[in-house]
């Protein structure tokens, strides 16, 4: 199989508005629509990321629904932006995509960054900093 020798990173997550959540995702966090597929084995869904990039989020809804409950408000995906005014127009994106801010579980967040909500209780932070 062709490809990056590179580990690559997946984060896959149920919805029951997949036409909501992809387009949540893809305007707030400024990715693209680099995969998808319909009626395989029962799910729809979609790739979201960079194209080329180490990692991607994809969504599946299943026919029937059964999505379930999001986890715990500690399960976070966090993005870490160093530069201000790149992690400003970030969040004013994530507001604009229909992303609720919200105060983090954890105060650690709330003091470099910023928690918020989709549609389906799933929680992503955006933080101003540098990881390592």
């Known amino acids: 199989m062709k490809g990056n020798p590179e580990p690559h990173l997946r984060v896959a997550r149920p919805t029951e508005q997949l036409a909501a959540i992809v387009a949540m995702y893809r305007d707030g ?19 979201l990321g960079a194209p080329g990039g180490p990692y991607h ?14 986890p715990s408000p500690e399960n976070l995906l966090v993005f870490y932006i160093e ?18 801010q919200v105060p983090a579980h954890n105060p650690y967040w709330d003091r470099g960054g910023r928690t918020f ?9 955006i933080y101003r900093g540098s990881w390592g």
């Open 57 to 70: 989020l994809e969504f599946t809804q299943e026919e029937g629904g059964g999505a379930g409950e999001p």
């Open 117 to 125: 909500v989709d549609l389906d209780g799933y929680r992503v932070v």
């Open 29 to 47: 966090l400024d990715f693209e629509l680099i995969g998808s597929f319909e009626a395989h084995e029962g799910f729809d869904g979609a790739m």
């Open 83 to 100: 530069d201000e005014a790149q992690w400003s127009r970030r969040c004013d994106r994530m507001a604009a995509a229909g992303f609720a």
